[in-house]
């Protein structure tokens, strides 16, 4: 099997550049349409270009094992819910920090589920990891809102879902687990909007239904379709160049990336102690993915 890491960076990198920009307008989105609509309209969005696609290439889907792939669509939407939902309070650089403490819960899981042992090693970086978090949501201490640690819950959920991906969909095809989870999110839209017609619905991005998109929502919501698709391929190639251990790591310059993305467009500018705190959790998560490379009890 080819390995070629310098390659498999390229794309990674190619990946998260891409969604550390795309994922910036969404507080855009969040101005005038809602959470809901907006999972609605990208789903349709993606189905429509991959089913395009299908029809031209003459080629098909095809799911090995149905129960596997809708457990793990449901975990991994909901915590692409929760993240979303995050943009529309939080910079991306914030809402991809706690995104990312996936790597720490996937080591907590293991141990709380699978009875992993761990070493004094991967203990210090799932405390380091968590410092880091805490610094990047609330760098002031004396003006700590629960709500910034919303995004931490999405990073539990997508901890789940990568455990899932491996355990119950490792037969399928990247297209397949991908439109999976996009198909889910576009169900927890229509779910959210008749709950929301149901009970009543608000002004705000999470709490509005059904919202007609005008031409600028309707845009970007084109731009987040065709860059989720190019992410999700960039992302699958990346990871058959090399080996996933060294693959992820490169993951985490989505942090950078949405960090830079927040100061050019908008003038986010974080904290020195935001900015380490960023540090901390990539570094920590490198830790844990090097250090669990081919070992199961470090």
Same mark, same amino acid.
């Given at each position: 099997?080819?390995?070629?890491?310098?390659? %498999?960076? !390229? #794309?990674?990198? $190619? @990946?998260?550049?891409?969604? +550390?920009?795309?994922?910036?307008?969404?507080? /855009?989105?969040?101005?005038?349409?809602?959470?809901?609509?907006?999972?609605?309209?990208?789903?349709?969005?993606?189905?429509?270009?991959?089913?395009?696609?299908?029809?031209?290439?003459?080629?098909?889907?095809?799911?090995?094992?149905?129960?596997?792939?809708?457990?793990?669509?449901?975990?991994?939407?909901?915590?692409?819910?929760?993240?979303?939902? %995050?943009? !529309? #309070?939080?910079? $991306? @650089?914030?809402?991809?920090? +706690?995104?990312?403490?996936?790597?720490?819960? /996937?080591?907590?899981?293991?141990?709380?589920?699978?009875?992993?042992?761990?070493?004094?090693?991967?203990?210090?970086?799932?405390?380091?990891?968590?410092?880091?978090?805490?610094?990047?949501?609330?760098?002031?201490?004396?003006?700590?809102?629960?709500?910034?640690?919303?995004?931490?819950?999405?990073?539990?959920?997508?901890?789940?879902?990568?455990? %899932?991906?491996?355990?119950?969909?490792?037969?399928?095809?990247?297209?397949?687990?991908?439109?999976?989870?996009?198909?889910?999110?576009?169900?927890?839209?229509?779910?959210?909007?008749?709950?929301?017609?149901?009970?009543?619905?608000?002004?705000?991005?999470?709490?509005?239904?059904?919202?007609?998109?005008?031409?600028?929502?309707?845009?970007?919501?084109?731009?987040?379709?065709?860059?989720?698709?190019?992410?999700?391929?960039?992302?699958?190639?990346?990871?058959?160049? %090399?080996?996933?251990?060294?693959?992820?790591?490169?993951?985490?310059?989505?942090?950078?990336?949405?960090?830079?993305?927040?100061?050019?467009?908008?003038?986010?500018?974080?904290?020195?102690?935001?900015?380490?705190?960023?540090?901390?959790?990539?570094?920590?998560?490198?830790?844990?993915?090097?250090?669990?490379?081919?070992?199961?009890?470090?």
């Amino acid at each position: 099997m080819q390995n070629r890491p310098v390659a %498999a960076a !390229g #794309f990674i990198l $190619v @990946a998260t550049l891409t969604i +550390g920009f795309i994922d910036q307008f969404v507080r /855009v989105i969040a101005e005038t349409s809602s959470l809901w609509t907006f999972h609605v309209i990208r789903t349709a969005m993606i189905w429509t270009g991959v089913l395009s696609w299908l029809a031209l290439s003459g080629r098909r889907l095809a799911v090995s094992n149905w129960r596997g792939l809708l457990a793990r669509s449901g975990i991994m939407a909901t915590a692409l819910m929760i993240y979303f939902g %995050a943009l !529309g #309070f939080l910079p $991306v @650089a914030q809402a991809a920090a +706690g995104l990312f403490t996936a790597p720490i819960w /996937v080591l907590i899981l293991s141990v709380a589920v699978f009875g992993l042992r761990i070493g004094p090693v991967r203990i210090a970086a799932v405390l380091i990891g968590f410092a880091g978090v805490v610094m990047v949501l609330s760098p002031n201490p004396d003006a700590i809102e629960p709500l910034v640690f919303v995004p931490i819950l999405g990073g539990a959920f997508y901890a789940m879902g990568a455990i %899932a991906t491996r355990e119950w969909c490792g037969t399928e095809t990247a297209l397949v687990v991908a439109l999976g989870s996009f198909t889910a999110q576009g169900l927890w839209g229509l779910v959210g909007i008749a709950a929301i017609e149901t009970l009543g619905p608000g002004d705000g991005f999470l709490t509005q239904g059904w919202v007609w998109p005008d031409g600028e929502v309707f845009a970007w919501c084109v731009v987040q379709a065709a860059g989720s698709l190019l992410a999700v391929v960039c992302l699958t190639r990346g990871y058959q160049l %090399a080996e996933a251990s060294l693959v992820s790591v490169f993951e985490y310059s989505v942090l950078g990336f949405s960090a830079l993305f927040g100061l050019m467009l908008w003038g986010d500018a974080l904290s020195p102690v935001s900015l380490l705190g960023l540090g901390l959790i990539a570094g920590a998560g490198s830790l844990i993915v090097l250090r669990g490379r081919g070992a199961r009890v470090a």
